[in-house]
């Protein structure tokens, strides 16, 4: 199937970090855990290498497997059966980001087509990864770094309550069958939010990048953020259009 090549090369890059994340954050016990996302990024980079030819079987292939992999440490990290810095929420969120691209691949049934549907869908995909990106950042910064925290929790609080909101909308959406006016008001609410976290994480990524930030974190991580978010302004506006 014909997809454009900068729309392929994104998700490849999303889920070959996903790779590179699951692996720093394994534990020295995690031996076949680290082999297998090891040798997952390395499928994933091949596939970056000629995004253009990148044959679509071949990227459903590997993001179904990645799945299998992420799921399987989903269900150990809540059994406790797994050595792992990463929580069971930044996995789910894993999974669903590459449940996004096999839909995208044709290889998940479509979403319907009308605005409203694309929209809710779009909400629930991205805000609680926007939720998820101000946690993690939350837990690499040093307890000395007072007012990023502060920051970052409460674009946490707030993505969780959009989360909230979009989930109740798309109940009342399921029932009407139809879309309503205070539906098409999350967009400018998500884009205000979601510029403004934008700037945060520029922020944080300069500040990642020449070490004036205590942390634990890593340049990858912010950079990984930035294109998320940045694609899913993208998608908003899309739909304004």
């Given at each position: 199937?014909?997809?454009?090549?900068?729309?392929?090369?994104?998700?490849?890059?999303?889920?070959?970090?996903?790779?590179?994340?699951?692996?720093?954050?394994?534990?020295?016990?995690?031996?076949?855990?680290?082999?297998?996302?090891?040798?997952?990024?390395?499928?994933?980079?091949?596939?970056?290498?000629?995004?253009?030819?990148?044959?679509?079987?071949?990227?459903?292939?590997?993001?179904?497997?990645?799945?299998?992999?992420?799921?399987?440490?989903?269900?150990?990290?809540?059994?406790?059966?797994?050595?792992?810095?990463?929580?069971?929420?930044?996995?789910?969120?894993?999974?669903?980001?590459?449940?996004?691209?096999?839909?995208?691949?044709?290889?998940?049934?479509?979403?319907?087509?009308?605005?409203?549907?694309?929209?809710?869908?779009?909400?629930?995909?991205?805000?609680?990864?926007?939720?998820?990106?101000?946690?993690?950042?939350?837990?690499v910064l040093d307890p000395d770094e007072h007012k990023l925290l502060q920051e970052l929790q409460n674009y946490e609080w707030?993505?969780?309550?959009?989360?909230?909101?979009?989930?109740?909308?798309?109940?009342?959406?399921?029932?009407?069958?139809?879309?309503?006016?205070?539906?098409?008001?999350?967009?400018?609410?998500?884009?205000?939010?979601?510029?403004?976290?934008?700037?945060?994480?520029?922020?944080?990524?300069?500040?990642?990048?020449?070490?004036?930030?205590?942390?634990?974190?890593?340049?990858?991580?912010?950079?990984?953020?930035?294109?998320?978010?940045?694609?899913?302004?993208?998608?908003?506006?899309?739909?304004i259009a």
């Amino acid at each position: 199937m014909a997809l454009d090549v900068v729309d392929i090369n994104f998700w490849l890059g999303i889920l070959r970090d996903h790779t590179i994340f699951i692996y720093d954050s394994l534990g020295p016990s995690e031996k076949e855990a680290a082999r297998r996302a090891e040798s997952l990024r390395y499928v994933f980079e091949n596939l970056m290498k000629n995004p253009g030819g990148a044959a679509a079987g071949d990227a459903a292939r590997a993001t179904r497997e990645l799945i299998m992999f992420k799921t399987d440490l989903l269900a150990r990290c809540l059994h406790c059966q797994v050595v792992i810095h990463l929580n069971p929420s930044d996995l789910n969120v894993m999974i669903n980001e590459a449940l996004e691209f096999l839909r995208i691949l044709g290889e998940l049934p479509p979403l319907p087509q009308d605005r409203a549907a694309r929209l809710l869908h779009l909400m629930r995909l991205w805000i609680p990864d926007a939720a998820t990106h101000s946690a993690m950042l939350y837990r690499v910064l040093d307890p000395d770094e007072h007012k990023l925290l502060q920051e970052l929790q409460n674009y946490e609080w707030n993505f969780n309550l959009m989360f909230l909101k979009t989930i109740l909308k798309t109940q009342m959406y399921e029932k009407l069958a139809t879309d309503f006016p205070s539906l098409y008001e999350m967009i400018p609410e998500a884009r205000q939010s979601v510029e403004s976290h934008i700037a945060l994480l520029n922020a944080m990524a300069r500040r990642l990048e020449s070490c004036t930030v205590e942390n634990t974190g890593s340049l990858l991580m912010a950079d990984h953020m930035l294109r998320e978010e940045r694609y899913f302004l993208n998608q908003l506006t899309q739909l304004i259009a």
